[in-house]
């Protein structure tokens, strides 16, 4: 019998699994509510979101940090979000008044006022930071405190197309000298200004004779003229001529007056009969050389051209009665009497055979063995027996899984 398949499940309305109710990739489903239930985990924070609910519902408990929220739920007046290194998370804080200040948390406003006369500078002091160092502090009545760069591992001197690296202060911590490589140059970057000269002469040249360089600059030029080795076949279009007096049309077996420089300058239609053909005109000699070999071919295979002639030819072999081949690809039926066979091949090797009784075989004699399967390997893969795979996950995740049987339906349970 068929099987059926069943997700965890709620009819109660309202119902939500827990988070210790669902495994991650399980789905659940409130089949009062008709909603879906997925657990997600977002660096170790475990939640439950409902499938396709609205974005104010997506989200089940404080959103994290590392997720774009704030960690928080509530505040109060004049309350601050702190950067806390400790789990990289946020902290909620307020202002801490200090001598001679005093501060207000109104509801979305802090008020900063002095208090008092203010006080006394008894001492001055400044501490170093990433990179640097300070000297001189601290200052009790006059003095100077300094502030000086550290150094960096870096050698000190002159570098061209330099390979650098900077650290978070923006100092070159390392450095070497290098190469500027294709992918470094901006599209458009080398303008003529950039290139230097070569012993070309600037100026105007027609049908020139050039010379270029590896680089691809032209650093030889003469005008010249053009010869019909440079002129491409099929290079001069109709476009490209000057009109002649002829019409422009069609003509049959036209006769017509052609110019020193080969141009039709008048034609009409006419008709070339065989007797314009002398007897025995057409010659071997006259025919063009085909690609093909002259020689004597058996079982030959040939191929002709629009004119009748044959322009390929090999020869042949007498096939099997029995085999149909092409290239290294064949089908041949086999009868030895008891055990007749019909078998096909392909790149020289057996694929499929259908034997005496019927019976599928792969790759051969290979029949498979009682209900197994086919199995496609594939576009660029062979097809293989293998034994049916029945996989089945779910079950109950209030009060415990169930297994399922082939002549069973398999059911997840409920979680409320």
């Known amino acids: 019998m068929a099987n059926t398949i069943k997700l965890r499940r709620s009819a109660t309305s309202g119902a939500t699994p827990t988070t210790s109710q669902l495994a991650l990739g399980e789905v659940a489903m409130n089949t ?23 974005a104010s519902a997506i ?12 960690g928080q739920t509530s505040y109060t007046n004049g309350q601050l979000l702190i950067g806390n290194s400790t789990g990289n998370t946020l902290s909620k804080a307020t202002l801490t008044a200090g001598s001679g200040v005093s501060i207000t948390n109104g509801n979305g406003s802090i008020e900063i006022s002095a208090t008092g006369a203010g006080g006394t500078v008894t001492s001055v002091n400044v501490a170093g930071g990433t990179g640097l160092s300070s000297s001189g502090g601290p200052v009790t009545g006059s003095g100077t405190i300094t502030l ?23 100092r070159i911590t390392a450095a070497s000298s290098g190469t500027i490589g294709t992918s470094e140059i901006a599209n458009d970057a080398v303008t003529a200004d950039k290139l230097a000269n070569t012993s070309v002469t600037a100026g105007s040249y027609t049908a020139a004779d050039i010379t270029v360089d590896a680089q691809g600059r ?23 001529l000057a009109n002649t007096s002829v019409t422009a049309g069609s003509y049959t077996a036209a006769d017509i007056t052609v110019d020193a420089q080969g141009r039709i300058t008048s034609a009409a239609s ?20 085909t690609s093909v070999t002259a020689g ?32 290294n690809t064949e089908a041949e039926v086999v009868d030895t009497g008891s055990n007749g066979h019909f078998k096909i091949k392909t790149e020289g090797v057996e694929r499929i055979r259908v034997g005496p009784a019927g019976q599928i075989g792969i790759a051969g004699a290979n029949y498979g063995t009682t209900g197994q399967l086919l199995s496609s390997g594939g576009s660029s893969g062979v097809v293989a027996w293998v034994d049916p795979i029945i996989v089945v996950d779910g079950g109950n995740f209030a009060t415990g899984g169930s297994l399922a049987t082939s002549s069973t339906a398999i059911n997840g349970g409920l979680f409320n």
Not at 32 to 54: H, N, P, R
Not at 59 to 70: C, E, H
Not at 149 to 161: E, F, K, R
Not at 218 to 240: F, H, L, P
């Open 32 to 54: 009062y509510d008709g909603k879906l239930f997925l657990k997600t985990d977002q660096s170790g924070t475990e939640a439950i979101v409902e499938v396709g609910s609205d």
């Open 59 to 70: 989200v089940s408990g404080t959103l994290a940090v590392d997720r774009g929220g704030s």
């Open 148 to 170: 000086d760069l550290d150094n960096t591992a870096v050698t000190a001197g002159s570098y061209t197309a330099a390979d650098i690296t900077v650290d978070a202060q923006g």
């Open 218 to 240: 032209i650093t030889a030029a003469a005008a010249g003229t053009i010869g019909t080795s440079e002129i491409a076949n099929d290079a001069v279009t109709a476009d490209k």
């Open 270 to 289: 006419g008709t070339i009969g065989t007797s314009e053909i002398a007897n025995d005109a057409v010659t071997a000699d006259k025919l063009s050389n």
């Open 296 to 327: 004597s071919y058996t079982l030959s295979s040939i191929t002709v051209d629009a004119q009748g002639r044959i322009t390929a030819a090999s020869s042949g072999t007498a096939g099997s009665a029995d085999k149909i081949t092409e290239g």
